[in-house]
């Protein structure tokens, strides 16, 4: 094959590529992630708040995630957030929240939270 028809083909493979990301078919984000959108009121910063997040994925398949608290440990949140830079298109943070968690949110007291988040 001559090199100009290398060239003609790396560029049309380029064009298809880049119209392919520009109409959001293919998600060009750093790490590869297929999610075609997320949106909600988890992981807004207000942990004295339950949120949910919800989304869909390049494949078409949905999810929604709620913020919880741990049956384990009555202090712990874990708090969902959109997360374009992972497969899954979320992440959580698991929260400690010094006054406990009901209902998927922390409870606020008198004592001011000291976020640890691990």
């Known amino acids: 094959m001559e090199t100009k028809n290398k060239v003609v083909i790396g560029v049309v493979i380029i064009a298809v590529f880049a119209i392919l990301a520009f109409t959001g078919v293919v998600n060009t984000t750093a790490k ?8 909600g009121s988890s992981g807004s910063g207000d942990i004295y708040k339950m949120g949910t997040i919800m989304g869909t994925q390049a494949n078409g398949l949905t999810y929604t995630k709620t913020d919880y608290c741990s049956r384990e440990n009555p202090n712990i949140l874990v708090e969902f957030k959109c997360d374009f830079g992972s497969q899954s298109g979320w992440s959580r943070d698991t929260i400690y929240c010094n006054n406990g968690c009901s209902i998927g949110a922390c409870k606020k007291g008198s004592i001011s939270d000291g976020l640890e988040i691990f």
Do not use: Q, V
């Open 32 to 39: 590869g992630t297929l999610i075609k959108e997320c949106k």
